[in-house]
């Protein structure tokens, strides 16, 4: 309208740049159908339990001020924190290592990515175990002590957060560094470039060119490191001794201990107050989530600097070295006749033995728990795509709800994706006891990995072009092919998450013999004197998860960078 | 040929009824784990080979209490061997006990523990019995105090494997038995209730500052922050394989151990020292076999058999751990020299006295990281890592258990 006269139009052209719709696309019924089952598992195994833990959290007037007034409780809350301070060290790990690579090359990119990730790999639990291995207080037993020469309490009070953050770092690290490493590699160069001849100084370009390409990345690592460190668990339950757990356990741990001594009310203002720091804390990661976590289309790659590619290759042998070490710790020990092992470490050689392995493959409880965790973690991959895929599609394309309402849904998935499993587990023991436990297991396990899984499903949909003419009903398995990758990805995390879950199982206090973390979790009772026989079956539960990566690798590293073919 | 879909069909149930006319094993939850754990099952074969019941053996370690008292009923074992006393009485997991009846009689002093006050019934039957009032050390020392009072070990003689509560629990029931026998009485009576108000009086804070004053001047700062990251075993090696420590307080089942890491004839053992005039301190523990509702008469049967009494020439495995040492039972008599003596009092001694920390329930209930096993653990901490004064970390510790028994 003109300002002078109301009833004069003004004619303002409107582009419609759409793909011209032929189809109606799916009904809203129909789209409201593919995100039943995941929004199902969501609610009924998380959301539901969580509400209902905050309601018994009321039930007792007293139950949260007792809670805020114990010292115990607070001492682990302020445990989380500190493991929250690691979450950024790995971050920050991995970005320096991602750095100093960025150009070294495509050789060394490659072998770093592979030694970097593969400890993100192995379950907690077994890292706990090489770690309490390698710094063992004996120097005739203990690496680090007999490179000191004298016998040091690694694993005592103070000296053990350095264990634990080495162990953390060590795990996770790799992860960070993949993200970082193919963000670094897909700067928006020309825009540097032209940043750089209109004189913008150094520091600005930083700023305004660097820093938002590396906030979404940044923000996944971060994501994957709280969630890991919320969950810490098996990591302090098999690498450090009983005396010293008090000390560094968090919330999660503080809370399995002694959820019988604060009652109901009691445990579940506890697991409340957890929740809400972890969603405080994962809530960070929204800043550099406010776009859509996408890659930029990757630069050309320019050829490095001739010289600074080999320049390098110490510096990345150096890296590999410290990073198998641990694996070649656990994998000699594992070699080694038992009493010898006990006695004195793996550097001492002789008598190598494949005794060790022998036993746990004749041990009928060992190898009846490696085929119902693998069934299991089959069962529980084929549910969460089940349910996460068409949940991602009609999510990614628009089937129900407008890219804007995305967020909200962003939103809810971190924050599900990062929750402490303790916030639930008392309502689901009651609800669930009746199922039985085989499927109880694999309903709370797809629950758990589910966010994750919509999460990075979306991620690779939405780059895959929706077909021209129509969207005809074949639609979603066209999407399924374009995006394979990102399936697989889904997959393989699903499986190795739930191949290496201690928590789970213990939590909901179904001690279900039948889970593998679980066997090697009763070595600990005498930690030094089983050493040999708990390295060995450690080294079996690992070879699983790492034999599936290996097959998949190419296609998961696609499915973390791009989530399409081509 | 090509199946059609309602052969198929009709096939389903029939796989599932012949899947379910073979007996499901027995369940059976221990806690074990390692060397013990193998020889329980060679004990349990013998089991299967007679009666052709199948039976599955998980060691649940730590989390026994978390199985028995858990919600999803399924999981609940037909049979458990639990070393914990009070697990027994608990509330949630007594009424999941099925009570023994039928089997052999036990002794009185063994029967009694296992009944509750005011019951006829047994709850269980023992397996497995320890002795836990033992000291040892290398053959050829012959040293012992006289008096608990006179015992000052110097720095880095004594080995204590201080990151397993039960080891720091075990420590402080022998200094309390030995010091004010009355106090573990009136805690634990043989016949009547218990009244955990004896946590309150002052020869509970003396004998922790007794055991806190031994405990500070056998480490060194140094030596007192290893102790703590050292388990049970790790400490047996400290004396019997690396020989950088002298003596180590440790139950009847260190034995195997010993002949195990350091070789055999290694070791001799004194009985834990006396206080003054008072009898010398005798703490036993043991595990006790019962059947869970669940598991029915078979699990009734299994108890019994398992716990049988054996006949004075039988041989099977049982008989065979007892011979090689770490194992006793209130029936037979070990035969290995050093045990003898032990076994011996754990069947006739007057001063005996079932672990202290084995009945606790509540919040006062061990386990890493909580209960009385975690005021310990600080007890130790404070006057052996810390500069605290064993006076005035008694006096902290004595308060967290008053604290605790109360809640």
Known sequence: MSEQNAFLFEVAPHHDARVPVAGQGLSRWRAALYLLLAVLLSAGVILAPLLVTVLISFSRPGAWSDVLSDGQAWQAVGNTLIWWVLVVVVCAV??????????????????????????????????????????????????????????????????????????FVWQYAGVAFLVFHEALNRLPSNLLRMARAFGV????????????????????????????????????????????????????????????????????????????????????ALLGLRGRVSWADPAPVAPPPAGRGRRLW??????????????????????????????????????????????????????????????????????????????????????????????????VSVALAALPPQAFAVPLQRWL?????????????????????????????????????????????????????????????????????????????????????????????????????????????????????????RRLYRGLTRGVRR | MPISRRVLLAAVPAVLVAGCAGQPPLRVAVVWSGEELRRFLRVVDAYVAAFRRPVSVYSAGDNISALLRGPAEDVIPDVAVIPRLGLLFDPVVRPRIRPRTGGHAQPEFWRRLVTPRGSGEELGAWFKIANKSLVWQRTGEQWAPASLTSWQPRPGSLAIGAADGWVLSDWFENVLLAYAPEVYDGLFPPAERGNQAWWGVAQVTEALTLLATIWREAFTHDQGRRALTMQFHDSILDVFSYRTADVVAAPDFALPVIELYGGRDVARHFPFPRHGDKPPPLVVGGDVAVAMRGGGQDALDFVNWLTRPRAAGERDALTDWVDEGGFLTPYRAPSHPLLRAPAQA?????????????????????????????VLTELFTDVTAGTVAPATAAAAAREKIVEGAAR
């Open chain 1, 94 to 167: 991995g970005l320096g290592l991602a750095w100093l690579v960025r150009n070294a090359g495509p050789a060394l990119g490659l072998v770093m990515r592979v030694i970097l990730v593969l400890p993100a790999v192995v379950s907690p639990l077994t890292t706990g175990a090489i770690f309490r291995l390698l710094f063992d207080t004996s120097r005739e037993r203990g690496m680090a002590a007999a490179l000191l020469g004298r016998d040091t309490a690694f694993l005592g009070p103070g000296w053990i957060w350095l264990v634990l953050g080495l162990a």
């Open chain 1, 201 to 284: 100084g150094r520091q600005r370009r930083l700023w305004s060119v660097v820093l938002p390409a590396l906030a979404g990345p940044a923000a996944l690592a971060y994501l994957f490191a709280l969630v890991a460190a919320a969950r810490v668990f098996d990591l302090v339950l098999m690498g450090v001794p009983g005396a010293t757990q008090a000390l560094v356990e968090g919330g999660g741990l503080y809370w399995w201990r002694h959820n019988d001594d604060l009652g109901d009310a009691g445990a579940a203002a506890l697991a409340v107050l957890m929740s809400l720091l972890v969603a405080g804390l994962a809530s960070l």
């Open chain 1, 314 to 411: 110490p510096l990345g042998g150096a890296v590999a070295v410290l990073w198998l070490l641990p694996f070649a710790a656990l994998l000699f020990t594992s070699l080694r006749e038992p009493v010898a092992a006990a006695r004195t470490g793996w550097w001492n050689g002789e008598p190598w033995t494949l005794g060790s392995y022998a036993e746990a493959l004749s041990d009928s409880a060992f190898t009846g728990a490696l085929g119902t965790t693998f069934l299991r973690a089959v069962a529980v991959v084929c549910v969460v795509l089940l349910a996460s895929v068409p949940a991602a599609y009609v999510l990614a394309h628009e089937h129900l709800l407008p890219r804007r309402a995305w967020r909200p849904v962003l939103l």
């Open chain 1, 433 to 553: 006891s009746p199922v039985g436990t085989p499927l109880a297991l694999i309903i709370v396990h797809a629950a758990l990995v589910m966010p994750l899984a919509v999460l990075v499903l979306h991620n690779a949909f939405v780059r895959v072009p929706a077909p021209m003419l129509a969207r005809d009903r074949w639609e979603l398995f066209h999407v399924v092919r374009e995006a394979r990758p990102a399936v697989v990805l889904a997959g393989v995390l699903a499986f190795v998450l739930v191949w290496n879950d201690a928590v789970v199982g213990l939590l909901l206090n179904w001690p279900s013999g039948d889970h593998l973390p679980l066997i090697l979790l009763e070595q600990a009772r005498h930690f030094m004197s089983a050493a040999s026989p708990l390295a060995a079956q450690a080294v079996i539960a690992t070879a699983v998860p790492v034999l599936v990566v290996a097959v998949t690798a």
């Open chain 2, 346 to 374: 754990l069947s006739r001694a007057e001063n005996r006295h079932y672990d202290l920390s084995d009945r606790l329930i509540g919040r006062l209930e061990g386990g890493d990281g909580r209960g009385l096993w975690r």
